[in-house]
T-cell receptor, first 109, second 110 residues
Framework: GQNIDQPTEMTATEGAIVQINCTYQ??????LFWYQQHAGEAPTFLSY??LDGLEEKGRFSSFLSRSKGYSYLLLKELQMKDSASYLC??????????WGAGTKLIIKP | AAGVIQSPRHLIKEKRETATLKCYPI?????VYWYQQGPGQDPQFLIS???????DKGSIPDRFSAQQFSDYHSELNMSSLELGDSALYFC?????????FGAGTRLSVL
């Protein structure tokens, strides 16, 4: 079956670093995506990994290990506006996205 | 840069009414997706179009239909609305496997 797991909720402090993990089991793999979603708003594309390794984009980095079915999103220098849900999604054999349930990240001052 | 445009942003309907949601994808994107998202849930895939042809179908009720027109805009038609249809409906357009989402239409069925 298709399965994506990520923690339900995480809390971090402003200015700190947080790592959100995602593990997946899917039939076929065409890449892993991270989206940010503020409540009531649209998911916003953050990153796309199709090969193993680290992709860095400003304060955000995403890592992929296909052999382990594992990814993480690393957020540095956390800001209050980073409080949101972070959705891990895998593009499988027909390029549809399978979504994780999302990790709600709470940033405290 | 142009983004995905959805209209209307908010829609209030009564049970058994019909609703039409519109989506204008980013120019030169070849694929359009429709999603339904309930409170606290991840987006549920409804249907997709590639170059104006239906490419895949997800958990779309028979009461719903969609199409993509010659100008690439897409419409999601919803009939016999039920209370459970109240949700955020997102359209996403994609190129090179990356989906970009519109702001969504919040549908409330009373």
């Amino acid at each position: 079956g298709q399965n994506i797991d990520q923690p339900t909720e995480m809390t971090a402090t402003e200015g700190a670093i947080v790592q959100i993990n995602c593990t997946y089991q899917t039939s076929g793999f065409n890449g892993l995506f991270w989206y940010q979603q503020h409540a009531g708003e649209a998911p916003t594309f953050l990153s796309y990994n199709v090969l193993d390794g680290l992709e860095e984009k400003g304060r955000f980095s995403s890592f992929l290990s296909r052999s382990k079915g594992y990814s993480y999103l690393l957020l540095k220098e956390l800001q209050m506006k980073d409080s949101a849900s972070y959705l891990c999604a895998v593009s499988h054999s027909n390029y549809q996205l399978i979504w994780g349930a999302g990790t709600k990240l709470i940033i405290k001052p | 840069a142009a983004g995905v445009i959805q209209s209307p942003r908010h829609l209030i309907k009564e049970k058994r009414e019909t609703a039409t949601l519109k989506c204008y994808p980013i120019p030169r994107h070849d694929t359009v997706y429709w999603y339904q998202q309930g409170p606290g849930q991840d987006p549920q895939f409804l249907i997709s179009f590639y170059e104006k042809m239906q490419s895949d179908k997800g958990s779309i009720p028979d009461r719903f239909s969609a199409q993509q027109f010659s100008d690439y805009h897409s419409e999601l038609n919803m009939s016999s609305l039920e209370l459970g249809d109240s949700a955020l409906y997102f359209c996403a357009s994609a190129t090179k496997n990356i989906q970009y989402f519109g702001a969504g239409t919040r549908l409330s069925v009373l």
